[in-house]
């Protein structure tokens, strides 16, 4: 076997497992405290997948970044919508870039 | 019948940000890829078995620097080890009748899918989450091959345009929630300034930031809205 397909085969165990534990206790019911815990999962990883990453998703650009960024917060704090954020932040770092003159 | 057609729909539907955001990543592992040495089955293997981004691209670095196959492994483990949490905390919203998918469904929790899902109104069903996580594999590994096939020829001012995607996702999600709850807008502000503090400090192994920021801010969350929720009994 080759070196690149061990790799392969065993990252992607390592990645397969810990994504399929948590589904073989579906049945097993836990106490009210670690429920809440579970259900404080969703925001509190958000928050840590968009801060600080979110800042750098424009190589050497922050600025530009937090300017996409305010127009997905802007978007989705009056009117909702994934698809009109995503693309929208899109042209607005697109035009950010070009004004900028760099990186084309 | 129509019901299910109605919930693949809405999978379909809900996973297209997250389309958008992956094909160009993708891409770029594809290209990245051919320079590290793979070839293309073995590039399009990779997305297909593996399923996660940020690991698969750690992969090509360490790789290209030299570190061995049973190291990469362990590190990918470590990285990858918070959907642990993800599966456990998006476990209890899916329907138990569900259970023959489940080990499918599983394969497929990324930060993303997770993210799209776990905000859904209602429980999880296996129409709406198997779709959702189809379209989302579909453009991480279509995007893959095209990427080492055709590689660069997204204009650079567009490619870096589009790494906000998914973050703009994030915010989109996050957004309505948190102006809805105190509750949700406090925990993830909570939980970004320690993965922010965890970053300065920049003691812990790679990938295990954002882990203790979910578990820290989580358990704050405990200690802090007890009282809010003995009130609603």
């Given amino acids: 076997m080759s070196k690149f397909l061990l790799l392969i085969l065993g990252m992607s165990i390592v990645t397969y497992i810990p994504r399929l534990l948590p589904f073989l206790f579906i049945d097993k019911s836990f106490s009210k405290k670690f429920e809440r815990f579970l259900l404080y999962i969703p925001p509190t990883a958000l928050g840590a997948l968009i801060i600080p990453g979110a800042f750098e998703a424009i190589p050497n650009m922050p600025l530009i970044s937090i300017i996409g960024l305010g127009f997905a917060l802007l978007y989705s704090w009056f009117r909702g919508g994934l698809i009109v954020s995503v693309l929208g932040s899109i042209l607005v770092v697109f035009i950010g870039i070009y004004i900028k003159g760099g990186l084309i | 019948m129509e019901k299910s057609l109605k919930e693949i729909k809405e999978g379909m539907a809900s996973g297209l940000p997250i389309v958008i955001g992956y094909f160009p990543i993708a891409m770029a592992f594809g290209i990245l890829s051919k320079t590290v040495g793979l070839t293309l089955n073995e590039s399009v293997l990779f997305s297909l078995l593996v399923f996660a981004g940020a690991s698969q691209f750690m992969a090509l670095n360490l790789i290209s620097l030299g570190v061995g196959v049973g190291e990469i492994i362990l590190t990918t483990l470590l990285v990858n080890f918070r959907h642990f949490l993800m599966s456990a905390s998006i476990s ?142």
């Fill in chain 2, 92 to 233: 209890r919203k899916i329907k138990k009748e569900f259970k023959r998918w489940l080990s499918l469904i599983a394969f497929g929790i990324t930060d993303e899918v997770f993210s799209v899902a776990s905000f859904k109104k209602g429980t999880l069903n296996k129409n709406f989450m198997l779709s959702l996580q189809l379209v989302t594999y579909l453009s991480w590994v279509i995007g893959t091959g095209f990427g080492f096939l055709i590689g660069n020829i997204l204009p650079t001012i567009l490619k870096n345009s589009m790494g906000i995607a998914l973050y703009a996702m994030f915010v989109a999600i996050l957004v309505p929630e948190a102006k809805k709850s105190k509750e949700i807008l406090i925990l993830s502000l909570l939980s970004g300034l320690i993965n922010l503090s965890l970053k300065f400090i920049n003691i812990l192994p790679k990938g295990w930031n954002i882990i203790i920021s979910i578990i820290l801010a989580s358990s704050v969350g405990l200690l802090l809205f007890k009282k809010g929720e003995k009130n609603h009994e």
